[in-house]
């Protein structure tokens, strides 16, 4: 009888990151030793609101140590077109009203407090903070729009000429009769929310440097980027060089969250610097810095009524999301509030839909997603509606629930609002979770509490559903050499997840090596050429399934991706020859031919 294989994938083993993570010997950005690197700053603006009359360098130019001061009129003629912007959804009718640009350094007027202005390059971070006192900007403050409630009110100020009354972007679907089944509905709930902007925190604030190689022409940029593949096309169309004269390096990084997906001012202005000077530069935030300059998420406004009939069986929804985009848009900002639109049904069958999106400025920081974006927003609004309806009805909020879920013999399900839903047993779930809380007894003491008086007990229910595993492909090769060792090149990248380990195991499961006989490469683009990166919860389903496909075949996949209900879905990333793919929940992942 044969012995059964080893089993890697699921088995209890070390972390073969921890090491090097717990005893300082990461490297991060700020840690790699760099000869002769000139240190950036960028003066920020104190104002929310105000125009720029005149910005005066002289007096920090003359310090000593002082390598260059420039302003927006050094640096935007340079570049070849502003910081990207993504838009569109894959269903429903999306106008993107208003898309200012968004260039490193503002020229006539900032929109926030924190908006750069000027940078500043020196021998040593300390006299490049001295000179960032030395610049003297005339400000003229404008009233600014610190609330969407004051933004969206006739006569607001108007923050862009090409924004009348501040609309940003708008979004409609529906589906069925909804007007109708509201109209006719026994029951009907509202529910008006505010979901408040968060600061993303990562342990390591964003940081970048950048080198360029006068002889090869190559520019290396090391970044605490989640996309390091995404920042490499940003930096290629932005200042114009081909993309396979940059190299992104994307070293360890602590902590995303969504938050590092963007490509940053500092990231283009360092890299432009480094070309234009001659020295390798470097930048890192200070934490407050981080905090007014890395892009914001939630930051929304809603409204959903809920209908049903008396049984509590929901007939129609109708919700309405207003985004808060601050004064610009950042790369993914105007597809945040669709995707909470969509994802409204959450585990509920619910046969009439109808859904609008609209984002409107204000004088604060761009939005991004961050943190499920958008899904949560989602989950919030339909399962406290559900509990309004189930106390409206008199009726136990789980058996409203089990009521109205999506049956398991309904999957594939399409909703209403163009979500595909690949599976799923919400019941058999639930079941679980309240036979693990005792529900019905906790029940029981609720009613034994408030009938003896003292302190009550709430009891709080919620079923969520998620998408993940945003395709449309991802990079996965494993490399095996004649000695039999093993070379793992992925286009994810971790941020504190694990995928050292997490992508060894899959390999040497695959290919039954032991896992000290695998190395695993990631987060450089001259190691590996294509890859998309770590965001969207994708990186075990559609990063994990290449490198599983890869060991399995010895070749790149080939499979088709599945882009319905995905905002900006309708722009395809680049494709590459080299990509192997893995499917993912809620979406298909693709390689290139």
């Not at 840690?31 to 002769?36: F, T």
């Not at 935030?285 to 009939?309: C, F, I, K, P």
């Not at 989602?378 to 309806?389: C, F, G, Q, T, V």
């Not at 997490?502 to 590996?528: K, N």
Request: charged content about 20%.
């Amino acid at each position: 009888m044969k012995a059964p294989l080893p089993k890697f994938i699921g088995a209890r083993v070390r972390r073969r990151e921890d090491p090097d993570l717990i005893t300082g010997r990461g490297l991060y950005v700020s840690d790699i030793p760099m000869q002769g690197a000139a240190n950036m700053a960028l003066l920020r603006s104190p104002y929310a609101h105000a125009d720029i009359a005149g910005i005066d360098t002289q007096a920090a130019l003359a310090l000593p140590g002082v390598l260059a001061v420039v302003t927006a009129t050094d640096v935007i003629p340079c570049l070849e077109k502003p910081l990207p912007v993504l838009s569109g959804t894959a269903v429903g009718e999306y106008e993107l009203l208003a898309n200012p640009p968004n260039y490193p350094l503002r020229q006539d007027r900032v929109y926030c407090v924190g908006d750069p202005v000027a940078a500043v390059l020196a021998e040593d971070p300390y006299t490049a903070q001295d000179a960032l006192d030395a610049i003297s900007v005339d400000y003229q403050p404008r009233p600014a729009l610190a609330s969407l409630d004051r933004a969206r009110a006739d006569g607001a100020v108007q923050l862009h000429d090409s924004a009348p009354g501040n609309r940003a972007f708008q979004w409609t679907h529906s589906s069925g009769q909804p007007e109708e089944a509201m109209a006719q509905a026994e029951v009907v709930v509202e529910l008006k929310a505010r979901i408040q902007r968060l600061l993303p925190t990562a342990m390591e604030p964003r940081t970048v440097m950048a080198s360029h190689d006068s002889e090869s022409d190559k520019l290396t940029v090391w970044s605490s980027t989640q996309v390091p593949h995404m920042l490499r096309g940003d930096l290629s169309e932005m200042l114009g060089i081909p993309s396979e004269q940059i190299r992104v390096v994307a070293p360890e990084v602590g902590g995303g969250f969504g938050a590092k997906v963007n490509p940053y001012p500092e990231e283009v202005l360092a890299a432009w610097m480094a070309k234009r000077h001659g020295r390798t530069v470097r930048w890192t935030a200070s934490r407050s810095e981080d905090y007014l300059t890395t892009s914001h998420g939630r930051a929304q406004q809603a409204v959903l009524r809920l209908a049903a009939d008396g049984q509590g069986r929901l007939s129609a929804a109708d919700v309405q999301v207003t985004a808060d985009c601050g004064a610009l848009y950042t790369r993914l900002t105007p597809i945040v509030a669709p995707l909470t639109c969509q994802m409204i049904n959450g585990c509920y069958h619910i046969p009439n839909l109808r859904a609008r999106a609209q984002g409107i400025f204000t004088n604060k920081l761009g939005t991004e997603p961050y943190r499920g974006s958008g899904r949560p927003e989602a989950s919030l609004l339909i399962e406290r509606a559900m509990d309004m309806l189930a106390a409206k009805l008199k009726m136990d909020p789980v058996q409203l629930r089990r009521r109205n879920f999506i049956q398991p013999d309904q999957f594939p399900y399409k909703t209403g609002l163009g979500m595909n839903y690949d599976s799923g047993e919400y019941e058999k779930a639930l079941d679980k979770a309240l036979q693990l809380a005792d529900y019905d007894e906790l029940r029981r003491e609720q009613v034994q509490r408030r009938q003896e008086g003292g302190r009550l007990l709430g009891i709080g229910v919620a079923c969520y559903v998620e998408i993940c595993g945003f395709g449309p492909f991802e990079m996965g090769s494993v490399q095996v050499q004649a000695n039999g060792k093993a070379t793992v090149l992925t286009g994810t990248s971790p941020h504190g997840q694990g995928h050292h380990t997490s992508w060894a195991q899959i390999a040497a499961e695959t290919l039954q090596i032991p896992m000290e006989d695998i190395v695993v490469r990631h987060g450089d683009t001259d190691v590996v050429r294509q890859g998309v990166g770590t965001f969207g919860s994708r990186s075990a389903p559609v990063g994990g399934s290449a490198i599983l496909q890869s060991a399995e075949t010895g070749r790149p996949g080939r499979r088709g991706p599945d882009r319905s209900g995905i905002p900006g879905s309708s722009r395809r990333p680049r494709r590459s020859r080299s990509a192997s793919a893995g499917r993912g929940a809620g979406s298909t992942s693709r390689t290139g031919s």
